[in-house]
Nanobody, 126 residues
Framework: QVQLVESGGGLVQAGGSLRLSCAAS????????MGWFRQAPGKEREFVAA????????YYADSVKGRFTISRDNAENTVFLQMNSLKAEDTAVYYC???????????????????WGQGTQVTVSS
């Protein structure tokens, strides 16, 4: 089994930065892809960023490209999401997810991931 523990969410002013962390335990070394998704009230859960555990290829939603950076620390089994130049529209609950087994769904689909964190609230004020 895999457990994901998130931290780093909070309240920040527009233009500011936050760094989210997702610490994975269990057999996380076998994860194929780690991803970040977010969900605002009344909206569908949307893809934010993803990273291949082996190789480190990264992928971003157009809405965050150039502002957010996803990275990983293999030794600590931790994934990060550095969020800069935050906007009010970035306000959402952010979820960390792990895709351990490839099921044919792409990295930007929530259905690709088997394990999810509890979510952490990010609120951007202006």
């Amino acid at each position: 089994q895999v457990q994901l523990v998130e931290s780093g969410g909070g309240l920040v002013q527009a233009g500011g930065s936050l760094r989210l962390s997702c610490a994975a335990s269990g057999r996380t070394f076998s994860s194929y892809t780690m991803g970040w998704f977010r969900q605002a009230p009344g909206k569908e859960r949307e893809f934010v960023a993803a990273i291949r555990w082996i190789g480190g290829n990264t992928y971003y939603a157009d809405s965050v490209k150039g502002r957010f950076t996803i990275s990983r620390d293999n030794a600590e089994n931790t994934v990060f999401l550095q969020m800069n130049s935050l906007k009010a529209e970035d306000t959402a609950v952010y979820y960390c997810a792990a895709d351990r087994y490839y099921n044919g769904k792409p990295y930007y689909s929530a259905g690709a991931y088997e394990h999810w964190g509890q979510g952490t609230q990010v609120t951007v004020s202006s």
